[in-house]
């Protein structure tokens, strides 16, 4: 019974958030101790990944930024990057990012 209209609340609350707020999303940690149930609801923006083999992983925070700028006005341009060690040309129409001879697709997640 408890579940169910933990379930419903959660549903609810998700649907009406997604409405209200653009470009992020809302996650929910749940965490069981001891008979207590404790809910963390938490906001998360969207975030910048790239491929490297078989795995994504995350820009540091200053890139995503400027290629959350870049891809918001579909332009391409040369940045510094903390993620990889020298200058990167970031193309946010074509997903790519190329560094040295190595082009490694982007993607934008919302977390």
């Known amino acids: 019974m408890i579940f169910l209209l933990l379930l419903s609340w959660l549903l609810r609350d998700r ?3 997604k409405k ?3 470009d992020t999303s809302i996650y929910y940690h749940f965490s069981i101790t ?4 404790t809910f963390t609801k938490k906001k998360m923006a969207s975030g ?11 820009f540091d925070e200053a890139t995503q930024k400027l290629i959350e700028t870049l891809w918001r006005s579909d332009q391409a341009t040369w940045i510094n990057s903390q993620s990889f060690r020298g200058p990167v040309y970031v193309d946010t129409s074509e997903m790519v990012v190329l560094y040295g001879s190595y082009s ?8």
Do not use: C
Not at 48 to 58: E, R
Not at 104 to 111: D, H
């Open 48 to 58: 910048w990944v790239y491929a490297s083999g078989s795995a994504w992983v995350s």
């Open 15 to 17: 649907n009406d958030a």
């Open 34 to 37: 001891s008979f207590t149930i």
């Open 20 to 22: 209200s707020v653009p």
């Open 104 to 111: 490694y697709t982007i993607a934008r997640v919302s977390s």
